[in-house]
């Protein structure tokens, strides 16, 4: 019944025909936020790499506790940083980008999927030279960016 009202509605009132580049056409497109989620994922990897575990002695359990604790929270902030890196980036490949920017940019698909291929390893490792490759890429993927858009805008990390 209600999808026989529905449908006498729409044929009183047909919706209009809409298109779009992408899910939303708002045309606000930026690495940033991939930049600031690399920076991240390289961050909580030095952090990670620098904890010092306590030893298991008697006694010190409340010692162990804490190291595990804030292990776990450094390896959840991570990986929930490289997926969304990584969620940023393919926005970007697949979004922004069209055919055009690879006479330009031949390597434009190649750089997105070793982007793509590098948040997937920082997510299940803890791997200070794949953390250093991906802010790398991005910084990459930055300067291609501001490129097609006829502007040079500086990369700049937070720390």
Sequence with gaps: MLKSLLGRLESRRPALEVSAHCDGPCGVYDPADARIRAEAVLSMTKKILDLEQPSKSEGNAEAVVAYLNTTARFIAIKEEEAQGAKDQ????????????????????????????????????????????????????????????????????TAS
């Design 89 to 156: 980036l393919l926005i970007l490949w697949t979004d922004y980008f069209k055919p055009e920017h690879l006479a330009d940019y031949p390597d434009l698909h190649d750089t997105f999927w070793q982007a793509a291929k590098l948040c997937s390893a920082c997510k299940v490792g803890v791997d200070l030279e794949a953390a250093q490759d991906l802010l790398a890429t991005v910084e990459k993927i930055h300067g291609i960016f501001w490129a097609t858009k006829g502007r040079d805008v500086a990369f700049y």
